[in-house]
T-cell receptor, first 115, second 117 residues
């Protein structure tokens, strides 16, 4: 089945700096890659996603890039702010095996933005 | 704004007792997921429903866990008997995704934090 690896596990940056989180996946049939932000005591919330027919997507300070050949995708946050501090999860989705969308998550990155 | 509702938010139970969690997905969402999230780790899929049918329960410990979605709307996840290692956040999510359709966003509830003592 699909396996998603995520690095780094923790990331500390100064306010205004950029942050990059990287993920790799194993199943070449995966075709949808969402990123979720989880604040303490809450459920994950989608911040951006990308489909396999696109190489890059941007939404204000957040961007995601996808390299299907290498099977890796990355989250880029520019001009970080203290409110960006949270745990970020990448995920990969495939319809393999069941014919239905199945999301497999990475292990998470704890981002700390210091003022 | 439509949300995935889960209850209870917190649950403390003694080992060997039974415990149940409830989830009400966003209206119209055919796909419902139950995930378990151990502290410091990513969510792991326990069971996935398409309408009232289970499409993936390969990671569900079936000797003690059960899940149902009888009318294809809300769902219940049960653990009996609970073990110390079951302490975790149990997350419910729903999406519009159907068979072989374009992938769509999965919306998560706030989760149920289970502590087994």
């Amino acid at each position: 089945g699909e396996n998603v690896e995520q690095h780094p596990s923790t990331l500390s940056v100064q306010e205004g700096d950029s942050a990059v989180i990287k993920c790799t996946y194993s199943d070449s049939a995966s075709n949808y890659f969402p990123w979720y932000k989880q604040e303490l005591g809450k459920g994950p919330q989608l911040i951006i996603d990308i489909r396999s027919n696109v190489g890059e997507k941007k939404d204000q300070r957040i961007a995601v890039t996808l390299n299907k050949t290498a099977k890796h995708f990355s989250l880029h946050i520019t001009e970080t702010q203290p409110e960006d501090s949270a745990v970020y999860f990448c995920a990969a989705s495939t319809h393999r095996n069941t014919g239905f969308q199945k999301l497999v998550f990475g292990t998470g990155t704890r981002l700390l933005v210091s003022p | 704004e439509a949300e995935v509702a889960q209850s209870p938010r917190y649950k403390i139970t003694e080992k060997s007792q039974a415990v149940a969690f409830w989830c009400d997905p966003i209206s119209g969402h055919a796909t419902l997921y139950w995930y378990r999230q151990i502290l410091g780790q990513g969510p792991e899929l326990l069971v996935q429903f398409q309408d009232e049918s289970v499409v993936d329960d390969s990671q569900l410990p079936k000797d003690r866990f059960s899940a149902e979605r009888l009318k294809g709307v809300d769902s219940t996840l049960k653990i009996q008997p609970a073990e110390l290692g079951d302490s975790a956040m149990y997350l419910c999510a729903s999406s519009l995704a159907g068979p072989l359709r374009m992938n769509t966003e999965a919306f998560f509830g706030q989760g149920t934090r289970l502590t087994v003592v």
